[in-house]
């Protein structure tokens, strides 16, 4: 088998290694190696996005879920976890603020909140369209039919994000309870870019039971499927999930596979997230110098920020959206890097 460094240049030249080639490129992971591929990673990022870091205005609509994820804070069977919910005006004058801002799309995230049918969400990304016409809309509000996904895209919808979570089935079954399934995630996937969104997919770094073997089908599942974005951050425990005293993702196993995915996909998304920035103060830094091109300010009320708790100690819970913004702007400028506000569409 060939050596980390010769599997990072068959990487850089091709784009593209076998899912073996990828495991032993983890296994053998150093830092002499991942300085290596930061380096070749800023270069392919820079050749298409030059020193543009995008921004998505995120706005977490709702913790209620009906789903029961074993490492997520906000699942259904976590008794401990103070439920909300936003308004459809309380969510439209977050856009109202953001847009004030400067931004120019705005994600909206969420539990599986059965409150939001297909009629309410409709009306509501109807609503941001009609007053912010020049703004994409980002939904990540999780598993839905492929019926409900074309009516939120006819209602104007642009991009979604799901994480694939792992591309390992068997995986997949220790992270999720049994009537949760692999293939289900999967179809949703391919619905989505079927019916013309941008997609977005992604994984947790250092989820229990991962191994080189689990991130490498995930390297080989970014590298064919292709998404428009991929988010990937460290996983965290949150104390009162099934998962709460496993420990936390790496930011070196994360900025590693930050690097590889940009080399795989050169054009694709990658956001140097909020749980990066969470284990490590300079995280979303050190992201962005591993490859990363989109940061996702916090838009949500700060009264909800708390409470949208997937995992421990989350960072940017008290900051006022503008606050947000700013502390970032200055991050991406100590690393050499533009805060962008625009819709910030991939580059294909
Ligand atoms: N319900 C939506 C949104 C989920 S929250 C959906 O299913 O897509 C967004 C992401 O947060 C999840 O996809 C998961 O990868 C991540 N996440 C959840 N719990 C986490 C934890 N404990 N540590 C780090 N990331 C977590």
Not at 14 to 28: I, P, V
Not at 48 to 62: K, N
Not at 285 to 302: C, F, H, K, Q, T
Request: charged share 25%.
């Amino acid at each position: 088998m060939k050596t980390e460094i010769a599997l990072i240049e068959a990487l850089r030249q091709d784009h593209a290694l076998t899912e073996a080639e990828y495991e032993a490129l983890l296994s053998q992971r150093t830092a002499e190696g991942a300085a290596l591929l930061r380096r070749y990673a800023r270069e392919a990022k820079e050749a298409v996005y030059g020193d543009a870091v995008y921004t998505r205005g995120l706005i977490e609509i709702s913790n209620i879920c009906k789903n029961d994820c074993y490492y997520c804070g906000i699942r259904r069977g976590n008794p401990h976890a103070d439920r909300y919910r936003l308004t459809p005006e309380e969510i439209l004058s977050c856009a109202d603020e953001g847009y004030a801002l400067g931004f120019r799309t705005f994600v909206l995230q969420g539990g599986e909140d059965p409150w939001f049918t297909d009629e309410r969400l409709c009306a509501l990304v109807f609503a941001i369209k009609e007053k912010h016409p020049d703004c994409a809309v980002t939904l990540s509000m999780g598993e839905r039919s492929r019926e409900s996904y074309a009516r939120l895209r006819q209602a104007g919808a642009d991009r979604y994000l799901l994480r694939h979570e792992t591309a390992d089935e068997a995986h997949y079954g220790r992270l999720h309870p049994p009537e949760m399934s692999f293939q289900n995630r999967m179809r949703c996937l391919y619905d989505l870019r079927d019916l013309g969104y941008q997609v977005g997919a992604g994984f947790m770094v250092g989820s229990p039971f991962q191994t080189n073997g689990t991130l490498a089908k995930d390297l080989k599942f970014i590298e064919t499927f292709r998404p428009d974005m991929c988010g990937i951050g460290p996983f965290i425990p949150q104390k009162d999930t099934p998962f709460g005293r496993e420990p936390a993702g790496t930011p070196e196993l994360t900025l590693y596979l930050l690097s590889v995915i940009r080399l795989i996909v050169p054009h694709i998304l990658l956001p140097a997230t909020t749980a990066l920035g969470t284990i490590h103060p300079r995280g979303r830094e050190m992201g962005i110098e591993a490859g990363a091109n989109v940061v996702m300010p916090n838009l949500s009320p700060v009264s909800v920020r708390k409470k949208y708790a997937l995992y421990d100690n989350k960072i940017c819970t008290g900051d006022e959206s503008a606050q947000c913004k700013d502390c970032l702007a200055l991050r991406m400028k100590s690393v050499g890097a533009r805060l962008v506000t625009d819709r910030g569409d991939v580059k294909k």
